[in-house]
């Protein structure tokens, strides 16, 4: 038995349950099961506005009980923001901060000893 952990998938929320039920169904005779520990749910890409409309909570909600049911411990994550072949996509707020740590640990791998200046030096 295998898990499928780096899978991406975009769907409307009233496709996740559906797709998620077929994917354990034809996954399990085959040996290939999802892994339900490693879901992420992009719930808005846009901080300033509410995350999910009622009737897409109303589903996401269905969803969430079913994964429950899977796995009681499951530990999914509702995010704003995710990486989707190594780029991140959602708010910008995610996506600033996704950078900056990226390019924070470059500078300090590729810089151990060198301090960022706090002003930069006139031209």
Not at 57 to 73: E, V
Request: charged share 15%.
């Amino acid at each position: 038995s295998s898990h499928i952990d780096d899978t991406s998938v975009f769907l409307p929320y009233s496709n996740l349950l559906w797709y998620t039920q077929r994917f354990a169904d034809l996954g399990a005779p085959l040996g290939i099961n999802l892994n339900y520990s490693k879901i992420n749910v992009l719930t808005s890409t846009n901080v300033t506005t509410p995350a999910l409309p009622l009737a897409d909570r109303l589903q996401l909600d269905t969803f969430l009980g079913f994964l429950h049911d899977k796995d009681p411990t499951n530990t999914y994550k509702l995010v704003t923001g995710a990486r989707f072949l190594g780029f991140p996509i959602g708010s910008p707020i995610y996506a600033n901060n996704y950078l900056l740590s990226k390019s924070n640990a470059f500078q300090k791998q590729c810089f151990p000893n060198c301090q960022r200046p706090t002003v930069l030096p006139p031209l």
